[in-house]
């Protein structure tokens, strides 16, 4: 069973636009969420996180929501750019602070394309 | 600095084979995971290694193992290959007791199983 969903595989965005990826998860002891960039052949490279004690965490172009009743967190970036197309992963961990903390949980991934 | 090596890049291996990939972290960083990305599954942990020692295991069968070796660098065996074992295998390195964000990831390598 997935612990960490994203539920479109897919999205096209025109420049511009927002750009807007969505990720569920079901495990409720997930106190730090995480977006990682990935372009093919290389590795995944970490883009922003956010604490399960905040709502929203932002960094230039790129802010994530957290809705912990809903067990919803989402990535905006605006404006979008063509460089942005990639799969972003989101993942989720537990205690992340201290310790062992290899243990991410990731979705499957969202491809996004950004139209010129 | 350099980033996160992996060797080989590329591997083509039968059914029944055994493989072994390498990891080489970042300069001062002792913990190193790996991780299965595979169209079907996304990214999955399969273990992490620190001081030489396992200190996570994922969901994986038995057939998949690794070791760390004093410098830090790390290797993973998967033994008996079945062909679903035909993924992308990363490898991340970071300081031990910091945030999974301070991971960093290395370009992987990709096993093709016929």
């Known amino acids: 069973d997935q612990q960490v969903k994203q539920n479109s595989p897919s999205l096209s965005v025109q420049e511009g636009r927002i750009s807007i990826l969505n990720c569920d998860y079901t495990n409720s002891m997930f106190d730090y969420f995480l977006w990682y960039k990935k372009y093919p052949a290389e590795g995944p490279t970490f883009l922003i996180s956010i604490s399960s004690i905040k709502d929203k965490n932002e960094d230039g172009r790129f802010t994530v929501f957290l809705n912990k009743s809903a067990k919803h967190l989402s990535l905006h970036i605006v404006p979008s750019q063509p460089g942005d197309s990639a799969v972003y992963f989101c993942a989720a961990t537990t205690g992340n602070y201290g310790g062992s903390q290899g243990n991410l949980i990731f979705g499957k991934g969202t491809k996004l394309s950004v139209k010129p | 600095k350099a980033g996160v090596t992996q060797t080989p890049r590329y591997l083509i291996k039968t059914r029944g084979q055994q493989v072994t990939l390498s990891c080489s972290p970042i300069?001062?960083?002792?913990?190193v995971s790996w991780y299965q990305q595979t169209p079907g599954q996304g990214l999955q942990f399969l273990f992490e290694y620190f001081s030489e020692t396992q200190r996570n295991k994922g969901n994986f069968p038995g057939r998949f193992s690794g070791r760390q070796f004093s410098n830090s660098r790390s290797e993973m065996n998967v033994s008996t290959l079945e062909l679903g074992d035909s993924a992308l295998y990363l490898c991340?390195?970071?300081?031990?007791?910091?945030?999974?964000?301070?991971?960093?990831f290395g370009p992987g390598t990709r096993l093709t199983v016929l």
């Open positions: 300069s001062g960083h002792r913990s």
């Open positions: 991340a390195s970071k300081v031990v007791g910091l945030a999974a964000d301070t991971q960093y």
